[in-house]
């Protein structure tokens, strides 16, 4: 299941077991980074995915653009609008905030903001190379760009797209069950947008690899009091059964949210 990497499971599990961590002691974290005297400016990476989406989107930006010392990539991967929001507002009140990469969650910010599903499905790509250019900035690789939704379908759940969101397993094998799950949550829903298509399987993508990781080591879920949606529980359970994981309360809730936003 699991392709060739060169970290070992055992080191796997430590990485993304540092996602666990409270978000308050990650906020102080971040804070102490920023100093008024600072003078980088920064690329904002934000998801309410709470599982890692953020470190993805980073790592893309990284192997597309050569990014100079004086820019800094800023994660943000907090299970909290709320929060979110409070992050990026100290932040940009101490540093210049290039453009933010994310989740449209209604920031009302007055920088450039790239959505989620415009950036992976490359006319982000774009408008943020037309952004970096103004730093002498230039991308890597040039990209091909396309604008019906099919091919957006496609794109995004092929291997070059999917295997990017995910740091030790295979996106080939992961997308039928991805494609089930999104499926199987249609059936109750109705048509999910296109936006909320990619959030949604991105955050999926993040989560799978932190349960995975974190079966077998002893974990214990606190939250079972929450009561979750049963349609979500079962349109995920061949994922579930495919990859031998426990999808616990707060993930559902996680899904829950992201099919309600407003995009």
């Known amino acids: ?53 953020a470190i993805r989107l980073k790592r893309i930006i990284e192997e597309r653009f050569q990014i100079p010392d004086n820019i800094e990539i800023v994660t943000m991967d907090i299970s909290s609008i709320s929060a979110l929001k409070e992050r990026i507002a100290k932040l940009s009140s101490t540093r210049e ?75 080939e094998k992961l997308a039928p069950y991805l494609r089930t799950c999104i499926e199987n949550i249609e059936k109750s829903r109705g048509r999910v947008r296109t936006g909320k298509r990619i959030m949604l399987c991105i955050h999926i993508c993040a989560m799978v690899e932190k349960l995975l990781f974190e079966s077998g080591n002893g974990n214990k879920n606190k939250n079972r009091h929450i009561k979750t949606p049963q349609d979500i529980v079962n349109a995920l359970e061949p994922l579930a059964t495919a990859y031998h994981i426990n999808i616990p309360p707060e993930e559902i809730e996680m899904i829950e949210q992201i099919l309600s936003l407003a995009i």
């Open 1 to 53: 299941m699991l392709k060739e990497h060169r970290a070992s499971a055992q080191q796997a599990y430590h990485y993304l077991k540092s996602f666990e961590k409270s978000y308050n002691e990650l906020h102080e974290i971040e804070t102490k980074k920023i100093t008024y005297t600072d003078s980088k400016k920064v690329i904002v990476t934000a998801c309410i995915s709470g599982c890692g989406a």
């Open 97 to 171: 905030v290039i453009c933010i990469i994310g989740m449209d969650v209604g920031l009302e910010i007055s920088f450039p903001f790239i959505s989620i599903d415009e950036f992976v499905l490359g006319n982000g790509i774009q408008r943020l190379s037309n952004i970096l250019s103004n730093y002498n900035i230039n991308q890597r690789s040039s990209n091909k760009y396309t604008n019906t939704e099919g091919e957006l379908e496609d794109i995004f759940f092929s291997r070059e797209y999917l295997s990017n969101y995910l740091f030790y397993l295979d996106g």
